[in-house]
């Protein structure tokens, strides 16, 4: 597992917490106008239909209130950086239970409803209490801010599924989301050598080789935060999207194919 960064980022907690119901919000406003027809449609997560997905997002979030039911660990066990990377070991008992959670609650508003009840009162929790996730113990301050990335990068699986769809994203969310994707590739690939610009939420430095301090870097990748987002979950590969323009890299270390995606 990558190392973590010596001073990790911090979010508001408020923030985080204010950015996931309005998401959450979102998603359940979209989801409960959808027809049959576009609940049947195929998703670009193989063998998932968009009900299946609308399915998963609430399984997200529910998360939360399930592993607050649950004994408290004695400390956390994984850090916030680190959890990108602990999430592919669970890839197939994720997509069963999805499965299984779209079959038995046919009636996905009601599903919605009650996941939402549940989740509002997770988040009067205090930040510190720990949590017996499943990916490892993690404080209920850092797991939630892992909330704005199961959300924000289904919520875009979601409007590439469905023609038309436009479910907006919570600027706070969509930062968060950002930020942690780009912080998990610096602990990937420690440097200095290579800046990242995903504006206006990111930048970090990566990468091995000499160090950049001043002017214009050697290397520079610049994206918008969704194309980073896709890259960094493996929605998009790195060579798609250089040759679609969504991507700029110069220099002989901008070349980031072989470091992504980060978590898929």
């Known amino acids: 597992m990558p190392t973590t960064r010596k ?5 508001d907690p408020g923030r985080i917490r204010e950015a996931l119901k309005n998401q959450f919000g979102h998603v359940r406003e979209a989801v409960g106008a959808l027809t049959p027809e576009q609940l049947a449609l195929a998703t670009r997560l193989t063998g998932w ?3 299946d997905l609308a399915a998963h997002l609430t399984m997200a979030v529910e998360t939360v209130s399930r592993n ?12 916030l950086l680190e959890w990108p990377f602990a999430t592919a070991a669970r890839a197939g008992d994720i997509a069963d239970g999805t499965r ?7 009636d996905l508003d009601a599903l919605y409803a009650r996941t939402e009840e549940r989740f509002l009162h997770a988040l009067s929790a205090p930040g510190s209490r720990v949590l017996a996730a499943r990916t490892g113990a993690m404080t209920l301050a850092d797991y939630l801010v892992t909330r704005t990335v199961e959300l924000v990068v289904h919520t ?3 409007n590439a599924a469905v023609p038309g769809l436009d479910i907006p994203y919570d600027r706070q969310a969509l930062a968060a989301c950002t930020r942690l994707l780009a912080d998990a590739l610096a602990a990937k690939a420690p440097g ?6 995903i504006p206006p939420y990111a930048v970090v430095q ?3 080789g000499p160090k950049h301090t001043r002017g214009t870097p050697p290397n520079v990748v610049e994206t918008d935060p969704l194309t980073w987002i896709r890259l960094a979950t493996g929605r998009l590969a ?3 999207a250089l040759e679609a323009a969504e991507v700029s890299a110069s220099g002989e270390r901008a070349d980031l194919g072989g470091l992504l995606p980060l978590m898929s």
């Open 7 to 11: 001073r990790a980022r911090t979010y």
């Open 206 to 208: 990566c990468v091995e």
């Open 156 to 158: 875009d699986d979601l």
């Open 68 to 79: 607050l039911d649950r004994e408290e660990p004695p400390a956390p066990r994984l850090t």
């Open 192 to 197: 200095g050598s290579t800046e990242v610009r």
């Open 49 to 51: 239909t968009v009900r």
């Open 238 to 240: 790195w060579q798609d």
């Open 100 to 106: 299984e959670l779209a079959s038995a609650n046919p």
